[in-house]
């Protein structure tokens, strides 16, 4: 490439309404009812976010089983299944939900498949959280499907009834291989009213392939269990480029910029702002200070805290 050093950030990037919202019910909650609370996982996949957090007296958990009987218990923004629900209703738990209305989107079709007698045909990556609140809302009736290979292999017939439903975080281009197999094998085939990816890991994708085609090098802000961040590093790549995940600061490393003109920024859903900042400071002290914006979406949408924390009704 030609020209002096510089910098593309891609447009949107950094946190969506879904994390935001999150964040916003842990702040309130410490506000409201003080040190310490319980979080179910991680409120988001970032380790900047928990820890600071901890700083300020959350302490998380991996099962509601461990959070003291009649303690506030946040459910995290990935969602949960109806007997993590279950379970805290047993202990008294007072439940802040903080799910991401678009996976909880993806719960109420899952119930709305498993009632019409539907298969679901789940397509996900292994182990993510997300995943294990959604086949929890009708695990008797769900299959796993995380590659075009399972979906060749999935022992049904032609004409079975099945539906099928994605992780929110999952690249497009994957969901549309996989998806594309199904609709070719099964006859009675149903799917969401709309795609299940979520608008924030499509636009920060969209914007990563706006790109890269002009980067030497492109850097992802996200920590190493961000799935959304993870796939922007993929959707990168599987176009040509040189791209790299960026947990913090201290984790990029100079050498990567041997030969590099022009650097490609961008964060995932769920990586704060100020991880971004001090990635382009560090970059313009390197050198790279000139830096250019390209926007693929303006992100205008909002997700209120429930009401019972500030006493406004939700924004759908």
């Not at 410490?30 to 957090?53: D, M």
């Not at 990567?256 to 961008?266: F, K, R």
Request: proline residues 5%; aromatic residues 4%; hydrophobic residues 40%.
């Amino acid at each position: 490439m030609s020209g002096g050093k510089q910098v593309l950030l891609a447009e949107p990037q950094s946190l969506c309404a879904g994390v935001r919202r999150a964040i916003a019910i842990i702040d309130l909650a410490l506000e409201q009812h003080g040190a310490p609370i319980y979080v179910r996982k991680e409120i988001v996949h970032n380790h900047y976010v928990v820890r600071e957090f901890e700083r300020r007296g959350v302490r998380f958990v991996d099962s509601e089983q461990e959070v003291p009987e009649g303690a506030v218990c946040v459910f995290s923004a990935h969602g949960v299944s109806p007997q993590v629900r279950q379970n805290a209703d047993a202990r008294g738990l007072d439940v802040l939900d903080a799910t991401c209305p678009l996976v909880a989107k993806v719960h109420q079709e899952a119930r709305r498949f498993a009632r019409d007698g539907r298969t679901l045909l789940l397509v996900r990556h292994a182990d993510h959280e997300e995943v294990e609140g959604t086949y929890g809302h009708a695990p008797d009736q769900t299959v796993i499907v995380e590659t075009v290979a399972d979906a060749e292999a999935l022992d049904l017939p032609p004409d079975a009834p099945v539906a099928y439903l994605t992780q929110t975080t999952l690249s497009v281009d994957e969901t549309r291989d996989i998806i594309a197999v199904l609709t070719r094998r099964f006859t009675d085939l149903r799917g969401p009213a709309t795609d299940d990816i979520c608008y924030a890991s499509q636009n920060r994708q969209d914007g990563i392939r706006a790109i890269v085609d002009r980067c030497d090098l492109v850097l992802v802000v996200g920590s190493t269990n961000s799935s959304n961040s993870i796939r922007m590093v993929e959707v990168a790549r599987r176009a040509g480029g040189r791209a790299e995940l960026v947990p913090d600061v201290t984790h990029f490393d100079p050498a990567w910029l041997a030969g590099v003109v022009t650097v490609g920024v961008s964060a995932g859903a769920s990586a704060p702002e100020i991880l971004v900042d001090q990635l382009l400071g560090r970059l313009a002290e390197l050198g790279y200070a000139d830096t250019s914006v390209e926007r693929v979406a303006t992100e205008d949408i909002v997700f209120s805290p429930p009401t019972r924390l500030t006493g406004v009704a939700d924004v759908p």
